[in-house]
């Protein structure tokens, strides 16, 4: 497996408190934090261009994989260069692994360990969004940093609740590391737990 492509280096910590200051390097650019993560869902930022988003010093977009499966798919982005080409970026992007939008869809969408099937709003048909095919679309996507694909849960959820979401994330991280294999794409894991700070530790 090709170790992760993020080299993260620590540049400043406050003295009085938590904060800090860092850079981190992805297979585009290299990223100052903290930073303003501007949100191009579909593959673009609405009403910018991406010289004007260079030009106000945007480091990196975040992109939804959720709605990128559905349109264009990943097929689109295999023949366009990832969305690096499909865009005209030639900086970072980071993509969700669509689990807060399955969260979002309660009544049309049924939860398993080997994932979540829902209907795609565009056609009706059932997709199944597991662990594998999260990250298979985040790497034909092309994201210099891809998300484990977690159970998202409410922050009212009961301890059982919770603990139950903790749990299957945890299996699905490990499912979404496998499914990585040797991508030279960085991947973040997600923390669940809801408001419980011994499940979030």
Same mark, same amino acid.
Request: proline share 4%; with cysteine; glycine share 8%.
């Given at each position: 497996?090709?170790?992760?492509r993020?080299?993260?280096?620590l540049?400043?910590e406050?003295?009085?408190?938590?904060?800090?200051? &860092?850079? =981190?390097?992805?297979?585009?650019?290299? %990223?100052?934090?903290? /930073? =303003? +993560?501007p %949100?191009?869902?579909?593959?673009?930022v609405?009403?910018?261009?991406?010289?004007?988003?260079?030009?106000?010093g945007?480091?990196?977009?975040?992109?939804?994989?959720?709605?990128? /499966?559905?349109?264009?798919g990943?097929e %689109?982005f295999?023949?366009t260069g990832?969305?690096?080409g =499909?865009m005209?970026?030639e900086r970072?992007v980071?993509?969700?692994?669509?689990?807060?939008?399955?969260?979002?869809?309660?009544?049309?969408?049924?939860m398993?360990?080997e994932?979540?099937?829902?209907?795609s709003?565009l056609?009706?048909?059932? $997709?199944?969004? #597991?662990?594998e095919?999260? $990250?298979e679309?985040? $790497?034909?996507?092309g994201?210099?940093?891809?998300?484990?694909?977690?159970?998202?849960?409410? #922050?009212t959820?009961d301890?059982a609740?919770?603990?139950? &979401? +903790?749990?299957?994330?945890?299996?699905?991280?490990?499912?979404?590391?496998?499914a990585?294999?040797?991508?030279p794409?960085? +991947?973040f894991g997600i %923390?669940?737990?809801?408001?419980?700070?011994d /499940?979030?530790?």
């Amino acid at each position: 497996m090709t170790a992760s492509r993020l080299h993260f280096r620590l540049e400043a910590e406050a003295a009085g408190s938590r904060a800090r200051a &860092a850079t =981190f390097r992805t297979l585009h650019n290299e %990223v100052l934090t903290p /930073l =303003f +993560m501007p %949100v191009g869902t579909k593959a673009t930022v609405k009403a910018q261009l991406p010289r004007t988003l260079e030009e106000a010093g945007t480091q990196i977009l975040l992109a939804n994989t959720y709605h990128l /499966l559905l349109r264009p798919g990943p097929e %689109v982005f295999r023949r366009t260069g990832g969305i690096h080409g =499909f865009m005209s970026w030639e900086r970072s992007v980071l993509t969700d692994s669509g689990g807060f939008q399955i969260f979002s869809l309660p009544h049309s969408r049924e939860m398993s360990e080997e994932g979540a099937r829902f209907q795609s709003y565009l056609d009706g048909r059932t $997709i199944l969004l #597991s662990p594998e095919v999260s $990250i298979e679309t985040q $790497i034909a996507i092309g994201s210099d940093i891809m998300m484990a694909l977690d159970q998202c849960i409410a #922050s009212t959820a009961d301890e059982a609740s919770a603990r139950g &979401a +903790m749990e299957i994330t945890h299996r699905w991280a490990a499912r979404s590391l496998a499914a990585r294999g040797d991508s030279p794409q960085s +991947m973040f894991g997600i %923390v669940q737990g809801a408001l419980f700070k011994d /499940l979030r530790r």
